[in-house]
Nanobody
Framework: QVQLVESGGGLVQAGGSLRLSCAAS????????MGWYRQAPGKQRELVAT???????NYADSVKGRFTISRDNAKNTVYLQMNSLKPEDTAVYYC????????????????WGQGTQVTVSS
């Protein structure tokens, strides 16, 4: 079916930057919405940012002005540029994608990546 593979996580000092990538592969006809979510220890998973196939974006208030989501439709890849990182940004970051499959054009399904750890030290 569809696999989403994230990369780019790691350890960074406060004020630093990281760029996450998430590549989707498989029986993809089209990807509608793509997004990034995060889950800190002991907390629920929360929205970070989303982007439509046309490039419209939406951000959580906590990351506005610091994070930028983008995508390359030809590569089925979504990116998250994270600047001015804070210790409270520490979490496992997950990407997701709303995918229309080649063999099922009448509906879309949501797929998730395995997550990548981002740790921001103070």
């Amino acid at each position: 079916q569809v696999q989403l593979v994230e990369s780019g996580g790691g350890l960074v000092q406060a004020g630093g930057s990281l760029r996450l990538s998430c590549a989707a592969s498989g029986s993809i006809f089209r990807i509608n919405l793509m997004g990034w979510y995060r889950q800190a220890p002991g907390k629920q998973r929360e929205l970070v940012a989303t982007i439509t196939s046309g490039g419209n974006t939406n951000y959580a208030d906590s990351v506005k002005g610091r994070f930028t989501i983008s995508r390359d439709n030809a590569k089925n890849t979504v990116y998250l540029q994270m600047n001015s990182l804070k210790p409270e940004d520490t979490a496992v970051y997950y990407c997701n994608a709303e995918v229309v499959l080649k063999y099922d054009l009448l509906r879309s399904s949501l797929y998730w990546g395995q997550g990548t750890q981002v740790t921001v030290s103070s």
